[in-house]
């Protein structure tokens, strides 16, 4: 029975994620290539390792044998790639870190800024995701780092405080909702929104506008925060934003800063590896200087 790394990192995100789909995305494979890898993976074995259903795939008793045999093998992959270069000379380190949108774009390159100059042959390899996505990804090795809401299932994860990230309305000094000392996002139904071009953080604003059974109107989509605070503030419509973001930017645009109320708007970032980690030195001292605050 022969099975690659890329067979098992494959198996692993497939799994992790309860798609094909999703997992070969996450591997870096095409549907149908993965697709190919797990049925050559089934018919070597001569053992079902998938239970394919409407609403995704779960592993078999075998599968489960698998994954754990998987998480494993790539788990001292990495110690050793670790080990290794901390010895050769002039060979780089990389580590992964999963993050949601306000931990990349607030929080993060500040404290890297004091991290990264002294480690010049170290890597980064950061990727956003949505918190309940980097609880399973990390819990299965597929990072050394995440950072996410406390709210998620973080079961198989030991984690650390990491920051305060809360969400608030910025809108034109002249709107309606300028005078508010707060507001919930049932109250915005009836606005039109400037929201952010794709990214974690927008998923879980749309996630909670469904949850109370509204969509949200968008006018226009955009890139960055400091852009949806600029337009907001010329009276196109609303945006909700970190607020950290909205007040670094009302320094130069006109904006009114309205708190949301609702109590996912608030959220703890955490700092978080998997349960039992045998981290690298390198990967060591970067969880601890990002948890240091």
Not at 26 to 52: I, P
Not at 94 to 101: D, F, Q, R, S, V
Not at 120 to 130: M, T
């Amino acid at each position: 029975m022969r099975f690659d790394l890329t067979d098992l990192r494959l198996f692993l995100s497939v799994i992790d994620a309860g798609s094909i789909t999703h997992g070969a995305a996450e591997a870096g494979l095409s549907l149908a290539a993965a697709s190919e890898r797990l049925r050559d993976m089934e018919a070597v074995g001569e053992v079902m390792l998938l239970e394919r259903g409407r609403r995704g795939v779960a592993p078999t008793e075998a599968g489960e044998a698998l994954a754990h045999h998987a998480r494993v093998i790539l788990g001292q992959i990495r110690q050793m790639h670790g080990e290794l270069g901390e010895y050769a000379r002039g060979l780089r380190a990389t580590i992964g870190i999963l993050a949601n949108t306000a931990a990349i774009s607030e929080h993060l390159p500040e404290k890297l800024a004091g991290w990264m100059p002294a480690n010049p042959r170290v890597d980064l390899q950061l990727r956003e995701r949505q918190s309940s996505e980097i609880a399973r990804s990390v819990a299965a090795g597929h990072a050394e780092i995440g950072i996410l809401s406390a709210a998620t299932d973080i079961a198989g994860l030991t984690v650390r405080p990491f920051a305060i990230d809360r969400l608030v309305v910025v809108a034109g000094s002249g709107h309606d909702l300028a005078s508010r000392s707060n507001v919930r996002l049932a109250n915005l139904a009836s606005e039109h929104f400037i929201a952010l071009a794709g990214g974690a953080l927008q998923d879980h604003i749309d996630l909670q506008a469904g949850r109370i059974g509204i969509r949200l109107k968008t006018r226009v989509r955009l890139r960055d925060f400091a852009a949806i605070c600029r337009l907001a503030a010329s009276g196109a419509g609303i945006g909700i934003v970190p607020e950290t973001a909205a007040r670094r930017e009302r320094r130069s645009s006109d904006i009114a800063i309205i708190p949301l109320s609702d109590d996912w708007a608030t959220r703890q970032l955490v700092i978080c590896t998997a349960k039992g980690a045998d981290l690298t030195t390198h990967a060591r001292s970067l969880l601890d200087h990002l948890a240091a605050g």
